[in-house]
């Protein structure tokens, strides 16, 4: 902006400093021509272009100004700015610009240009009378580069030198021949090539601002976007300073040729900006901006500029995108009166939701822009509180937004991403989705409350159709994880239904909300699939209570077979799915020393439905860690029976339990385990893994109350000190949960069976005593660790709970006896399977 000094050629050579830095050509018939005189018809829509003679017109413009008041007695100086309301008429019969603000008005022709301040880019009129001093900078127009057609540039600055003060204004406006509001594009994406420049003010110092950028539009939300680099010049010293950044956004009025919004400078500070775009269908862009941070620092200028050939949206993944990109996000929104943050809620009613959502290639923070015309750049402090969520997804993220700058509560919860052509959504088959949930519901009365949920959404493309459920907790805005766990406000589930649009990528639908203490909810959902190939999915979701209460939330998710098969069995698996579990090992060289037996909480089973081939591989290292393959043509039909599936190649052995109904030894469902006998360490001694693997079942689907019993059989094996002490170990097991409490008690009945005489000794009953979840609020809930409390004994039970509703258990185990007697096996590993009672 500008600063006052106290002489006039100051202002004017600080903005011509400013102007003439972004270049030109030959002008190509710029403003200082003299044109040919015709009759004047001052009215709007006369001239086509600014380049070559101009008509008589009442320019269509945007203006923004600055201005500051500096007293003589040396006080502080006052400083203002906003949006300026500006009439700029041609006269082509005297050929004089008429600028006028409502208050203060010059005109200027060919006899007022400064020629010492003109060049190619600009032309300068400079006039002066008694204690008023104008100089008015407009940009000329052309083709020839750095110039524009259709829209002009300029800056009018007017310095009055007063018995008290001196004051100092600087007006900037953008101007010419304004696209027809119903030429402007309302579809599609544009990239323009801008100049900014403007002027500022710091204390006593005046500075000349002259940078470009880009300025990237999408015209189908409405949302604009625009950056780059700008130097400053001090117009007393010439000092130059470079690679200040400035930014911008702004929304596109959608009934007019308009736009507004926020700008941010490095040096100049933040404020508004607005203006129109310009040509037959909307070829270039002009806008003014003006900013005020008080003290003696104000500022005011202008971006303008044409197409240019930078390309927008291009298909990648949130992680590596290829281009800058405008997404329509998925929304769900509420307002409500609140007398303070956190404080009770009224007047509760739907928002106007988002409209788009800004990611630049670079990385740089979201622009969220609302429909209700806000504009915000995320942050996690103060009155605008922002946080995104299932953040490891690679096409889709999901996002919420707390707004109380205006002392009241304006929530948005929205998705967004790349989405998946609609020609490329499947017409056949299905998939499973996990689904991760987040938004809030406003109750009447009572303090906003922050949604928590996971679940999960199930789609039959054949029919066009799809299911979700999932279970929801309801916290204080800011509760730790422990709250948000263990100690929720209220907790509840959902499930629902939509439609798959048979030509586009959109399904909508309903859900119930179902809480178990506070109120139910009845909702709509609008979503999408995301990725090149369906692989994500996410939506929207709005909803209303009987009492007036609100709810909104957006979820994101992938695809997660596993989820699948804990819903539907481990049947329904199809293709290559990895299977959760763990293993218990045992080193089996009881020539040397007593046997080794420990415990591997992180094992994966890589089942390959198609070719029936199994990989079991350890996520941690050392000489236990297990990774062995076994394929179909390693099986051993001879050996292999209802019971298990045996194998064997040259790295060891294996027998899988069959999963299914027509198991004699136990019918599971969602559950296995893998015996795996091989060599290991230096000293190729045998090893035995014991590896329970199957479909968890998802947090969702975890009883959150009540209790349930399992009947389930123990496999093993183990030493003693000796080599005539290997044994078998066989058993049934009872497990009792209280899903209320967390508490857990397991109950081992074994029998250890010599594997070279085939002595059968009863060991007895060992109990373990343990927890879900590990006591841990933000552990997954579908755990279960223990630690035998019978005496004598040591060892730990590790495993997880499988399939719907918690249908089933595997775990794997080790286990010591201490004080074991003679000739009977003291230390084990092994697999506990079961399921849950009717």
């Given amino acids: 902006m500008i600063i006052i000094k106290t002489r006039t050629a100051v202002l004017s050579t600080a903005a011509s400093l400013m102007l003439a830095g972004c270049g030109g050509g030959d002008g190509g018939g710029g403003v200082g021509s003299t044109p040919t005189p015709s009759s004047p018809v001052i009215g709007s829509g006369t001239n086509t272009s600014l380049t070559g003679t101009l ?25 203002w700015a906003g949006s300026a309301s500006l009439s700029i008429i041609y006269n082509a019969a005297t050929g004089t610009y008429s600028l006028n603000d409502g208050t203060r008005s010059v005109s200027v022709g060919a006899a007022n240009i400064d020629r010492s301040k003109s060049n190619t880019a600009v032309t300068t009129y400079a006039l002066a009378g008694g204690a008023t001093s104008d100089s008015i900078i407009l940009t000329n127009s052309g083709s020839s580069a750095g110039l524009t057609r259709y829209v002009g540039a300029g800056v009018w600055l007017r310095e009055l030198d007063l018995a008290t003060t001196i004051d100092g204004r600087v007006t900037s406006f953008t101007y010419g021949v304004q696209t027809g509001a119903g030429a402007l594009p309302r579809s599609g994406l544009a990239s323009f090539d801008v100049n900014l420049l403007g002027v500022r003010s710091s204390g006593a110092a005046i500075y000349a601002l002259g940078g470009n950028g880009r300025l990237n539009v999408d015209f189908g939300t409405g949302a604009m976007f625009g950056s780059g680099l700008y130097s400053e010049t001090n117009s007393t010293t010439g000092g130059v300073s470079d690679n200040h950044a400035w930014q911008s956004q702004a929304l596109i009025s959608s009934s007019k040729n308009s736009f507004l919004g926020l700008i941010q400078t490095d040096s100049a500070g933040n404020g508004e900006w607005h203006g129109a775009f310009y040509g037959p269908s909307a070829q270039e862009v002009g806008g003014s901006w003006s900013t005020d941070t008080g003290n003696g620092n104000a500022g005011s200028g202008v971006i303008w500029g044409a197409l240019g050939t930078t390309s927008l949206n291009g298909a990648g993944s ?46 740089a923070q979201d622009v969220v822009y609302s429909r209700d015309g806000r504009i915000t750049s995320p942050s996690s402090s103060g009155a605008l509180t922002y946080q995104q969520f299932n953040t490891g997804l690679l096409y889709t993220r999901g ?35 996990g689904l991760v949930l987040r938004g809030a519901a406003a109750p ?50 959902w499930s629902g239904t939509a439609v798959i649009s048979s030509t586009a990528n959109t399904f909508s639908g309903t859900l119930a909300f179902d809480s178990d203490n506070t109120a139910d909810f009845s909702a709509s959902m609008t979503g999408r699939f995301f990725g090149p190939a369906v692989q ?73 439905t198609s070719a029936r081939s199994y990989r079991f591989k350890s996520g941690t290292s050392g000489t236990y860690a297990l990774d062995k393959t076994f394929l179909d043509t390693d099986k051993v039909a001879a050996q292999s029976d209802a019971t298990y599936t045996v194998y064997r190649n040259a790295s060891g052995d294996a027998r899988v339990l069959n999963p299914g109904a027509g198991n004699p030894l136990i019918a599971l469902t969602y559950t296995s385990f893998a015996e795996i006998t091989a060599a290991t360490g230096t000293m190729q001694n045998p090893a035995t893994w014991y590896v329970p693997f199957g479909a968890p079942t998802p947090d969702f689907q975890m009883p959150r109350s009540g209790s349930a019993s399992y009947a389930g059989v123990v496999v093993g094996r183990g030493d003693g000190p000796g080599a005539t002490n290997a044994s078998n170990l066989s058993g049934t097991s009872t497990l009792a949960v209280n899903f209320t409490t967390s508490a857990a008690t397991m109950n081992m009945a074994l029998t250890a069976t010599n594997r070279t005489t ?51 258990f595997g775990g794997a185990f080790n286990l010591n006896l201490n004080n074991a007697a003679a000739g009977q096996a003291s230390s084990f590993a092994g697999a506990v399977v079961a399921r849950k009672a009717p």
């Fill in 55 to 79: 008509a008589s017109e009442a320019f269509l413009n945007s203006a923004s100004f600055a201005a500051i008041s500096v007293p003589r007695s040396g006080a502080a100086a006052t400083t």
């Fill in 758 to 808: 085939g002595a059968i000794q009863a060991i007895g009953t060992i109990t373990y005593a343990g927890s879900i979840g590990n006591s841990c609020p933000s552990c997954s809930q579908n755990t279960l660790s223990g630690y035998p409390t019978t005496a004598g004994t040591s060892g730990t039970l590790t495993g997880m709970f499988y399939g719907a509703n918690a249908a089933e």
């Fill in 399 to 433: 996002g919420v937004e707390y707004d109380m700058r205006t002392g009241n509560l304006l929530f948005d919860a929205y998705a967004y991403g790349f989405d998946t052509q609609a020609g490329a959504v499947p017409r056949t088959g299905s998939a499973t989705y």
């Fill in 318 to 363: 949130l992680t590596s995108p290829q281009s800058d990109v405008f997404f329509a996000p998925l929304s769900a929104s509420l307002s409500a009166n609140s007398a303070a943050a956190g404080g009770n809620l009224s007047s509760i009613a739907g928002g106007a939701g988002l409209a788009a959502i800004y990611r630049a290639k670079s990385g």
């Fill in 444 to 493: 009447v009365g009572q303090p906003l409350r922050d949604l928590f949920g996971n679940g999960a959404l199930q789609v039959n493309f054949s029919g066009n159709t799809l299911t979700t459920q999932g279970s929801y907790s309801l916290a204080a805005p800011g509760a730790d994880s422990y709250s948000i766990m263990r100690n929720p406000i209220d907790r509840g589930n």
């Fill in 536 to 608: 994500e999915v996410a939506g929207s979701i709005s909803g209303t209570a009987g009492d007036g209460s609100r709810l909104a939330a957006a979820f994101t998710g992938k695809q997660d077979s596993s989820i699948g098969a804990a819903l539907n069995g481990l049947s329904s698996l199809t293709g290559v799915a990895t299977l959760s579990g763990s293993s218990a090992y045992l080193d089996d060289n009881p020539a040397l020393s007593a046997p080794w037996t420990d415990l591997d909480f992180n094992v994966g089973t890589i089942w390959d």
